[in-house]
């Protein structure tokens, strides 16, 4: 939270491509210039690749035995409590799974992002009927996972299903997970492998698909679909191209004050979605549109920033492929100095002895050479 008090020396002291987003968060300036912001989060690229982090820690449910605990002196590490979890206690939803209440999905676009939490959770709802039963039907329960996702909450379980535990019967919770992902649609991103190399090397570039709930489709990067557009500093407004486009020049056919983008997370895929219905493009039968990802530095790293975007995993590849090298080099090294160590003693020790033995040698009067004296 120390960051937020200084962000020219915190958080826009590192690369442009690891510095959080401002579309999400207000800034102040002071006197100095000193900027701070009372309500920002740091990007998942400022707190793994710039501070080497993986855990953000909050207190949940405290005990009453721990209430004497000194909880501000563990302030530094470990957030207070409710901090980076805000439970929605105002969403509703029918026997099916959809939401009749607590969907962030406002039509004042301006308004989201003062509305929309970074921690928001649905709790379990009252009056939903969770399948705990063995015989208990889960699919309105993915129905409801899947909709409080695409209306920016959390979802969050807390009950058993099925009457089973994971160790008993993953399938229910594996189920579960599925239906909070929003990106990626089943099966993807796909790793094709048609017979002719050069044209599996054009499926490096994902479309959204209107027909699929918006879910993400790897398509052949050569080939003319529609672009989506970001407004600039407003990640919730989005437009899509006038015409086909292959996805290297996208960007260029964005409108002004646009970008050629990808969404950031559910609420912006469902805004997005959304644009595409209302745009009535013609989509041709295949409902795809390009989206700003793509894993063409490097296959199965999809990366952002067009066709030109490199992986940020190779340099730490590299260094770590730099550090085995050094672990590998560094014995080898030593062992053979040791080696020309040991091979120079035993040569001079060898001449050395050789050289005693010759002035130990001695002819006899019988014309034989002795070692020593004889006798």
């Not at 710039?50 to 530094?76: H, I």
């Not at 590998?328 to 040991?342: D, E, G, N, R, S």
Request: charged share 15%; hydrophobic share 30%.
């Amino acid at each position: 939270m120390s960051d937020r008090l200084n962000l020219n020396a915190s958080w826009y002291a590192v690369a442009d491509g690891y510095r959080p987003v401002e579309d999400y968060y207000h800034t102040t300036s002071d006197q100095n210039g000193i900027i701070s912001t009372q309500g920002g989060w740091p990007s998942e690229s400022y707190v793994e690749f710039s501070k080497g982090k993986r855990l953000l820690l909050g207190w949940g449910t405290v005990d009453p035995q721990l209430s004497g605990y000194n909880f501000s002196g563990d302030s530094g590490t470990v957030f207070p409590n409710g901090y980076i979890q805000d439970f929605s206690t105002n969403v509703s939803a029918d026997s099916s799974g959809d939401l009749t209440r607590g969907c962030f999905m406002l039509n004042n676009i301006g308004d989201v992002s003062q509305v929309n939490s970074s921690w928001a959770a649905d709790a379990t709802l009252p009056g939903f009927d969770y399948p705990t039963s063995a015989s208990a039907n889960i699919v309105p329960l993915l129905n409801l996972t899947t909709n409080t996702t695409n209306c920016g909450t959390s979802p969050y379980l807390n009950v058993t299903l099925l009457n089973s535990t994971a160790h008993e019967n993953y399938r229910p919770y594996q189920n579960y997970s599925y239906a909070t992902i929003w990106s990626w649609a089943p099966n993807e991103p796909r790793d094709y492998s048609p017979s002719d190399a050069s044209s599996e090397s054009l499926f490096r570039c994902a479309t959204t698909n209107i027909d699929l709930s918006g879910r993400w489709v790897v398509a052949d990067c050569s080939q003319y679909y529609y672009a989506a557009c970001r407004a600039n500093g407003q990640p919730y407004n989005w437009s899509i191209t006038n015409y086909p486009i292959s996805y290297s020049y996208a960007n260029q056919a964005c409108p002004d004050n646009y970008a050629f983008a990808a969404p950031r997370t559910a609420l912006e895929n469902s805004y997005l979605s959304q644009a595409m219905r209302e745009s009535r493009r013609e989509y041709d039968g295949h409902g795809a549109c390009w989206v700003d990802f793509n894993d063409l530095d490097t296959s199965g790293c999809w990366v952002t920033g067009g066709p030109n975007a490199t992986c940020p995993y190779n340099q730490s590849s590299s260094q770590a492929d730099y550090l085995k090298r050094r672990v590998i080099l560094v014995p080898t090294v030593a062992a053979i100095i040791v080696l020309i160590i040991t091979a120079l003693t035993i040569f001079v020790k060898a001449a050395g002895n050789r050289k005693t033995r010759k002035r130990n040698r001695k002819r006899a009067d019988n014309g034989i050479t002795y070692e020593g004296i004889p006798s």
